[in-house]
């Protein structure tokens, strides 16, 4: 179940590339790399990022993930026209519950419109933050217990830099 979660995003979006047979396009997820924090949590990055370039019919989608430490927390970047997260950040934000088993609530982070799922059984969550309407930053964690400490992973990316980039 781990590993699952822990590619959940990486996976849909694969997945997606060979449904609609998308086209490899330039290698643009390198100029995201940089912007990739050295630590979250004071975790460092696990391994080495993992990037994905399409093109489809004029429309563009890079998705740049890294993993840190061994508390599984994961940060994706993604950018372009065809961002598979940006229906669940909408249907995300028209709602907040709270239950036995998860938690969804609209929040901010660095001034941008974010949502927050927390499934309180599994102790994992994910953090969407809405930067542009085709630019994206998730942050998961598997060891997760509030919507306050998964907030938290959000102050050592840098999200005003990556709202910012061109």
Not at 2 to 14: A, D, G, H, L, Q
Not at 111 to 121: D, L
Not at 155 to 165: L, M, W
Request: charged residues 25%; contains cysteine; aromatic residues 6%.
């Amino acid at each position: 179940m781990s590993r699952n979660f822990r590619t959940k995003i990486f996976t849909s979006v694969i997945c997606l590339l060979l449904i609609f047979s998308f086209s490899f396009a330039s290698a643009s997820s390198s100029e995201w790399i940089p912007l990739l924090p050295d630590t979250i949590n004071n975790l460092e990055k696990k391994g080495e990022p993992e990037t994905v370039d399409v093109e489809k019919m004029g429309k563009t989608l890079t998705v740049v993930k890294q993993d840190y430490g061994n508390q599984n927390i994961h940060l994706n970047i993604f950018n372009g026209s065809l961002i598979p997260h940006l229906q669940k950040f909408e249907d995300m934000t028209k709602l907040t519950m709270e239950n036995e088993k998860k938690i969804i609530k609209q929040t901010k982070v660095s001034g941008y419109k974010a949502g927050c799922e927390i499934y309180k059984n599994k102790n994992h969550g994910s953090l969407l933050i809405k930067l542009s309407d085709t630019r994206v930053v998730v942050i998961q964690s598997e060891k997760v217990k509030n919507a306050d400490e998964l907030m938290s992973l959000a102050d050592d990316v840098p999200i005003s830099e990556i709202a910012n980039r061109d």
